[in-house]
C-alpha cells in the first residue's frame, strides 16, 4: 500500500491526531476516522497510536491511498484518501485586515471575507494568525493553543468583521471567560433569502454536529448543545432580508444554522442553503456568487479594569455593493 507521509507543522503540533485527520478529509465522520486510526490505517512515525495521540512538531501522520474498514453490515467498506500537496514554505496573507484599535492588553481587527484566521490543514500559511505573529510577535506565547496564540474566538472565512486577540495571558484569561460566561455582546448584519417572519424575534434551536457531514452543524430539537440567537429585521427587500442579528450563545456556525433552519438561509452560503431533488430552490439567481453576506459589526467586552469597551465596524465596500445589487433584482 503506498502510503502519504505528512509532516506535522509548528501550527498542528499539540493537536489531537483524529481531529487533525477529521481536517484533512472533511467528508469522513470522526467515528470513522477514530476506526482507520484503531485499526493501523492511519499511523504516526510508523506506529499505530490511539485516536487522541497528541500530535508533535515533526512528527510524520502515514495513510494508505485505500483504507479497508468494517462497515455497519459486517461488508467491507472501501475509502479512497486522494494524495495532497503539502505547503512546506510560508505563504503571504492575501487579504490584509485592518487595525481597528491598539491596545497594550488587546488588539481590535477588521477581519475581510475570505481570510482563514488559524492554521489547519487545509490553510497550514497565509493566515491571519501568521500576519499578526510578523506584527505583534509577543502573541506567540499567549494562549493555550499555539497554533492559535491570543484567538479567543473566530469568524467563518467567508465572514467579515471585528474580532478582539489578547496581546497579554491575563487578557486571553479574561476574555475567554467573558465569552463563556456570555458578558460579551455581539452583534451582526446578515442578509438572507426571503421575508423574516416576524420581524423581530428569538431563534432558540438547539445545535449538534451534522449526522451526514462533519463539518456541518445541524439544528432540532435532538441537538446537544443549547444555541439562542435574537434578530430583529431593518430592511425587506424584494427577495431577501436585512437583518440585524444578536447571538447570546457562541455555537459553531450558529448565525447560519439558525437562520438556515428557520428558511432562510443567508445569501452567498455555499453550505447552508435549501434544496430540491433535481435543483436548488435557494438561493435565487440574482443572490448566486456572491460573498457571505454575514458582517460582524459590533462587540463590547470589559478590559482587564473592568471598564466596558465598545467597538464597531461597518461592512466593507464588497459588502454594500452586493447589498444594493439585491436591492436592485
Do not use: C
Request: net charge positive.
Amino acid at each position: 500500500m503506498n502510503a502519504m507521509n505528512i509532516t506535522v507543522s509548528p501550527n498542528n503540533a499539540g493537536k489531537r491526531l483524529d481531529k487533525t485527520v477529521s481536517e484533512m478529509l472533511p467528508d469522513v465522520s470522526r467515528s470513522q476516522i477514530q476506526k482507520m486510526i484503531k485499526g493501523g490505517a492511519v499511523t504516526v512515525n510508523g506506529k499505530q497510536v490511539a485516536p487522541h495521540y497528541f500530535l508533535k512538531e515533526g512528527d510524520s501522520i502515514e495513510m494508505g491511498e485505500r483504507v479497508e474498514m468494517g462497515s455497519g453490515t459486517g461488508q467491507n467498506q472501501e475509502l479512497r484518501i486522494k494524495n495532497q500537496a503539502v505547503r512546506t514554505g510560508p505563504d503571504p496573507i492575501s487579504i490584509t485586515p485592518l487595525i481597528v484599535a491598539e491596545t497594550p492588553d488587546y488588539i481590535i481587527l477588521d477581519k475581510p471575507a475570505g481570510s482563514v484566521v488559524h492554521p489547519g490543514i487545509r490553510h497550514e500559511r497565509g493566515t491571519l494568525t501568521d500576519w499578526m505573529l510578523e506584527r505583534y510577535p509577543e502573541i506567540a506565547k499567549v494562549g493555550t493553543d499555539p497554533s492559535r496564540p491570543g484567538i479567543v474566538h473566530r469568524l467563518d472565512k467567508d465572514a467579515s468583521g471585528i474580532m478582539v486577540v489578547a496581546r497579554t495571558n491575563e487578557s486571553f484569561d479574561s476574555l475567554v471567560r467573558q465569552f463563556k460566561l456570555r458578558q460579551v455582546t455581539k452583534r451582526y448584519r446578515i442578509v438572507t433569502h426571503g421575508r423574516v417572519l416576524p420581524k423581530e424575534g428569538v431563534i432558540n434551536f438547539p445545535i449538534s454536529r451534522s449526522k451526514t457531514t462533519y463539518t456541518k452543524q445541524a439544528a432540532g430539537s435532538q441537538g446537544t448543545r443549547s444555541a439562542l440567537t435574537r434578530y430583529h429585521v431593518e430592511e425587506y427587500l424584494k427577495h431577501y432580508s436585512l437583518v440585524r442579528v444578536m447571538p447570546e450563545t457562541g455555537r459553531t456556525h450558529q448565525i447560519r444554522v439558525h437562520f438556515f433552519a428557520k428558511g432562510n438561509p443567508i445569501v452567498g452560503d455555499t453550505i447552508y442553503t435549501l434544496r430540491k431533488k433535481g435543483g436548488k430552490i435557494a438561493p435565487k439567481k440574482s443572490g448566486e456568487g456572491m460573498r457571505l453576506m454575514l458582517h460582524a459589526e459590533y462587540l463590547a467586552f470589559h478590559d482587564l479594569l473592568g471598564e466596558v469597551r465598545e467597538y464597531t465596524v461597518s461592512p466593507g465596500k464588497d459588502f454594500e455593493k452586493a447589498l444594493a445589487n439585491l436591492r436592485a433584482s
